[in-house]
Structure formats: C-alpha cells, structure tokens
C-alpha cells in the first residue's frame, strides 16, 4: 500500500512537473516579461512595452472573375464582390481573442483610446475586420456594459482615403513609382520568369477567355480560382488542376505581389514609410515620449501589405500571404536597452517563433534597425509626396 502510495505521488509530481513546463513553453512567446536569447547568445530578462499587429483581412468572395468563369454572377456571392464570408467573419473573431491573449498584460481589460488604435484601409472588407476582430479583443466588462443582453461595446476604426494610405501605397499618385514598376516589367528577369511559363499562361488565357497581359492579371485570375475552390465550388478541369496541381499559378501570383517591391526604391516609396512610422513610434517610447503613451497599435490590412513590408526586410519568401494572417512588432526593454523582435503568424499557432532579421538575429536592437534598413526608410524630412516628386526627374 505504501509503496502504492508513493508510486502515485511520483506520478503526481510528474504530471505537474509536466504541466508546468508546457505552461512555460505556452507562455515563452508571449508579450510579458520573460528570458530571452540576446544577439550575443546570453539570457537576458526583457519588459513589453508596445507592438504593432498587422493583419490581413479574413477570407473573402472574389474581386473579379473572367469570361468563362460559371460563377460570375453576383448571386452566387452574399455581400457581393469582395465581401467577407461567414468563415472570414469568424477567423477575424479569433484573431481578436488571440490578441486578447498574448498583449492582455499589457492592453489591460478595459478599452482606451490612450492605450490601443486601430487603423484600416477604405475597403469594407478590411474595415468590417477589424470592428470584428475589436469585438473579441475588448468585450465590454464592468463599467463599459452598457447592454446586458449584448456582449459588444463600439471600438473606433479609423481610416484615410486610399489616395493617402501608406498601407496600400501604390494607390497613391507616385510618378517615380510607376516609372520603376514599368521598369521592372521590361526587364530581364520579370520577361525570363513569364517567358518560362509561357505555355501554360497562353492555356490559361484560352480557358479564362482573358487575356493575363496587364499587371495584376494573373493574380486576379489565381483570386477567383483559389476562393472558388476554397468555398467548395465545383471548377472546370483546367481550373482545378490551376489550383490544385503544380502550384504555378500560385507561384506567379505571389511573384506578381513581390514585383511591388522588387528594388531598394521600390521597397522604399511601398514599405519603408510603413516601417519608419512603426520604428519612430518604437524610438519614441523608448524616449518616454510617445502620446498617447499606448501600447498596442494595429493595422488592417492587405496581402500586398504583407509582402511590401516583409520583402522591404527581407525576409519574405515567395508565398501568397493567407487570410487572417498577422505580423507582429514588438518593443521590449532590458535594463536601458531596447529590442525588437518580430512574428509572423500564418494561421492558428498559439506559439510563435520570431523571424531571423538580416545580420541581426531574433531579437535586435532598435537602433540597429535604423542602421540596416537606412537605404529603404525615409529621410526626417521626406514624406511619401516630396519622395515621389524628387524621383520623379531621375
């Protein structure tokens, strides 16, 4: 009996033992003070102080279809072209709560303007995204119920016209911009990449019924044919091999995104008045001067959002970006040091592995980052107009 007894309580303290470091591994990525590897391997203890979550909006209806397509009709489609679908709705809804989970200690329970803002981009689905994604991050509690039989309290979003959104900036009157993209599709290396699919991309024209010349083309074709499948229409032969075979037309519209941001300017004039905004807001809290002296800042956003900002840091390798995917800059201090790190969460990890910087490492110094990324981020005084402008003449 004795010995019974004993056996069971080795077996308790395993368990607990065990249960205790799954509860640290959970709470190892997370935005609260904890150990980390310095970028000279040495463990240091680090505060959260502010992040900055970017997200792409939740799954959607096509943006555009073509000729053949047997669902063009808008019926086919509630909400219309664009809209959020019932699943996007409810991806949007989790990423709230994952939100709530890893920046709770910081953000607190209680919405405040001082503590959290949120930004979208003038399209109704990723505006819709982020009300949703708000609802689940600050469900009223105490004193902010104002509804007992609803479990929901107004967040503001806020957004600008798409002639000014630094999110989306080749909407923006850019010269320089278009000069540089049309560039790149003359050269070398963009008409060798579509000359070797030249075959297959004449195919998909002859089903489509259109022609896949123009920029973006391929990408709205790889669009409507990915969200059809993803929503269980049934597609003609040539379609479902498009989606589900060899992935080409999955490759050539990612590689259409990455081509937004192809060179040091171009990643410049699309990502690096982004990334600055983000960096400046980091430095000034650091300084103890950022007001209102918040702590949690997120975007709603694009997937060619995603890959501006991630190939403008050089560190996006050629994917399409999945729906409800987010980024995550994050600000922590150690003793009178200041680090980044930064996370890409592609679809429902709980637990997140920071992203490698260039010649830096996991977890980097913030004036580091000025230092490696200084050809790409704006001067002090050059705006995304000024900078348009002065390349315009080159």
């Given at each position: 009996m004795k010995t019974f007894l004993k056996n069971n309580k080795i077996r308790i303290l395993l368990i607990v033992s065990l249960l205790l470091i799954l509860t640290i591994a959970f709470d190892y990525n997370f935005f609260r003070f904890r150990l980390v590897s310095s970028p000279n391997n040495d463990l240091i203890e680090v505060e959260p102080l502010?992040?900055?979550?970017?997200?792409?909006?939740?799954?959607?209806?096509?943006?555009?279809?073509?000729?053949?397509?047997?669902?063009?009709?808008?019926?086919?489609?509630?909400g219309g072209y664009g809209a959020l679908t019932k699943n996007g709705k409810k991806d949007m809804y989790e990423l709230g709560k994952y939100l709530?989970?890893?920046?709770?200690?910081?953000?607190?329970?209680?919405?405040?303007?001082?503590?959290?803002?949120?930004?979208?981009?003038?399209?109704?689905?990723?505006?819709?995204?982020?009300?949703?994604?708000?609802?689940?991050?600050?469900?009223?509690?105490?004193?902010?119920?104002?509804?007992?039989?609803?479990?929901?309290?107004?967040?503001?979003?806020?957004?600008?016209?798409?002639?000014?959104?630094?999110?989306?900036?080749?909407?923006?009157?850019?010269?320089?911009?278009?000069?540089?993209?049309?560039?790149?599709?003359?050269?070398?290396?963009?008409?060798?990449?579509?000359?070797?699919?030249?075959?297959?991309?004449?195919?998909?024209?002859n089903q489509s019924g259109k022609s896949l010349e123009k920029p973006f083309d391929i990408y709205y074709l790889h669009d409507a044919l990915y969200v059809e499948h993803r929503l269980g229409f049934d597609l003609p032969e040539w379609a479902d091999e498009a989606i589900q075979g060899n992935k080409t037309l999955e490759y050539l519209a990612a590689f259409e995104l990455q081509s937004y941001s192809q060179s040091t300017e171009m990643k410049k004039l699309e990502g690096?008045?982004?990334?600055?905004?983000?960096?400046?807001?980091?430095?000034?809290?650091?300084?103890?001067?950022?007001?209102?002296?918040?702590?949690?800042?997120?975007?709603?956003?694009?997937?060619?959002?995603?890959?501006?900002?991630?190939?403008?840091?050089?560190?996006?390798?050629?994917?399409?970006?999945p729906y409800a995917s987010s980024l995550h800059f994050e600000l922590y201090k150690s003793g009178d040091d200041y680090h980044v790190q930064l996370f890409y969460r592609k679809s429902k990890e709980e637990i997140l592995v920071p992203l490698?910087?260039?010649?830096?490492?996991?977890?980097?110094?913030?004036?580091?980052?000025?230092?490696?990324?200084?050809?790409?981020?704006?001067?002090?005084?050059?705006?995304?107009?000024?900078?348009?402008?002065?390349?315009?003449?080159?």
């Open positions: 502010f992040a900055h979550v970017i997200f792409r909006h939740g799954e959607r209806n096509i943006e555009r279809t073509h000729p053949t397509d047997p669902y063009a009709s808008e019926s086919y489609w509630p709530r989970r890893r920046y709770n200690k910081v953000i607190g329970e209680h919405y405040t303007p001082k503590t959290v803002y949120i930004h979208s981009t003038d399209y109704d689905r990723s505006l819709m995204s982020a009300e949703i994604l708000a609802s689940a991050l600050f469900p009223p509690a105490g004193d902010q119920i104002w509804n007992k039989n609803l479990k929901w309290q107004p967040i503001p979003v806020h957004t600008r016209p798409m002639s000014q959104e630094l999110l989306l900036a080749f909407k923006m009157p850019c010269p320089r911009f278009t000069y540089l993209l049309e560039n790149y599709k003359k050269s070398t290396e963009y008409k060798t990449t579509l000359a070797k699919y030249g075959p297959l991309i004449k195919h998909w024209e690096g008045f982004v990334i600055k905004e983000m960096l400046d807001r980091f430095k000034e809290k650091s300084l103890d001067t950022l007001k209102p002296n918040r702590t949690l800042w997120i975007y709603s956003a694009h997937d060619l959002t995603f890959v501006n900002i991630l190939n403008s840091l050089n560190v996006f390798d050629l994917h399409m970006p490698e910087i260039p010649n830096c490492g996991t977890m980097c110094p913030l004036n580091t980052l000025y230092q490696l990324y200084k050809d790409i981020l704006p001067t002090e005084f050059e705006d995304f107009n000024s900078a348009c402008r002065h390349y315009s003449s080159k």
